[in-house]
């Protein structure tokens, strides 16, 4: 069922993005960002999270959107170094 969002589809992308997740916290950042890395995490954690409560009211679209856009914020970070990572399983930064 490649059109259809499945529950094993959206438990696979958020283990993902909390993979991601983790792995952002732990690294390093390569700028002088500070500010922005924590706002960054924030976001990052406020979309997994809207993700879950979407997820817990049968919304799977809603839910992996939410996914996606902090699976985006994740990108980012990477891709300018504010998240100092190198796993292109996990993200889009190699």
Do not use: C, P
């Not at 283990?15 to 950042?29: F, Q, T, V, Y």
């Not at 504010?82 to 399983?89: A, G």
Request: no cysteine.
């Amino acid at each position: 069922m490649k059109d259809k969002i499945t529950k094993q589809k959206l438990e696979k992308y958020f283990r993902i993005s909390e993979e991601a997740l983790s792995a952002a916290e732990k690294s390093g950042n390569r700028t002088k960002l500070k500010a922005e890395r924590e706002d960054m995490l924030d976001m990052i954690k406020r979309y997994i999270s809207d993700a879950r409560h979407f997820e817990e009211k049968g919304d799977y679209v809603n839910a992996f959107a939410a996914l996606n856009y902090a699976h985006g914020w994740l990108d980012t970070g990477a891709r300018i170094g504010i998240f100092d990572v190198h796993d292109n399983r996990l993200f889009t930064s190699d």
